[in-house]
């Protein structure tokens, strides 16, 4: 994603997927908003971004996992910079599970929502 | 008979859009501009949707939807937040007070909407 018109269409297709997957109304609002605040945001601090949807039904627990690869050099300092970046304490609180984690090579950034709720 | 659902919206302009789209559904639209006017309309006679914009005149969308889920007359009746506020924050206020759906005012607004009120059993 680059721009804010592919916020929107991606935002459209996490609810929609979210949707397709059998989530309710509140679970496809929350994740598609999670999306694209951090997408919006992300934009704004890099230019562009790009995230992975996986279902997992097989799963023991099913999930719809979001993974976001991001740039960071590992240290506390840089992480604690991109949780802020992506609202991390407000995006956090609309999914299920989140986790940012980081190393030498870069961060990772996973949303998950459960899909038997 | 058609069911019928409130919109409070203050745009002329999105409200007929959106009334519009709604009417293609065989749904009968009430409009309401201000908190003051859909609490009247909600107590004269009530939707089997409210379909609920945040900024208001008179109030906010957020303070609405805590009115009407605290009052044991109309906490049933479901309502969807329709918003150019999109962010993070703003979806967990609006679902927080009790919205049944939370939408951004985007290019799939209306789409959304119509589906929502389908999963909602109005359409």
Same mark, same amino acid.
């Given at each position: ?117 | ?21 709604? %009417?293609?559904? +065989? &749904? ?5 501009? #201000?908190?003051? $006017? @859909? !609490? ?11 379909? %609920?914009?945040? +900024? &208001? ?5 957020? #303070?609405?939807? $805590? @009115? !009407? ?55």
């Amino acid at each position: 994603m680059e721009n804010a018109l592919d916020v929107v269409t991606m935002r459209q297709e996490v609810r929609q997927l979210a949707r397709d997957l059998g989530l309710g109304l509140i679970p496809q609002a929350k994740i598609s908003t999670a999306v694209s605040t951090i997408a919006r945001a992300l934009i704004t601090a890099q230019g562009s971004t790009t995230l992975s949807l996986q279902a997992d039904e097989r799963a023991a627990r099913p999930a719809l996992n979001i993974t976001w690869p991001l740039s960071s050099n590992g240290t506390p300092e840089h992480l604690a910079h991109l949780e802020q970046v992506i609202q991390f304490d407000s995006t956090r609180s609309l999914v299920d599970e989140a986790s940012l984690i980081s190393d030498s090579h870069g961060a990772l950034l996973t949303l998950r929502m459960w899909l038997n709720r | 008979m058609p069911l019928h659902v409130l919109l409070v919206e203050d745009s002329p302009t999105q409200a007929l859009r959106i009334q519009l789209e709604l %009417l293609r559904h +065989d &749904l009968k639209v009430e409009i309401a501009s #201000t908190g003051t $006017r @859909t !609490l009247a309309a909600v107590h004269n006679s009530p939707p089997a949707a409210i379909i %609920l914009d945040v +900024d &208001l005149p008179d109030t906010t969308g957020y #303070t609405l939807c $805590r @009115t !009407l889920k605290s009052d044991p007359k109309t906490a049933h009746i479901p309502i969807v937040m329709l918003t150019h506020r999109d962010a993070a924050q703003d979806a967990l206020a609006g679902l927080d007070v009790g919205a049944e759906d939370y939408i951004p005012k985007d290019a799939f607004a209306e789409q959304n909407l119509v589906e929502a009120l389908r999963q909602l059993g109005i359409l």
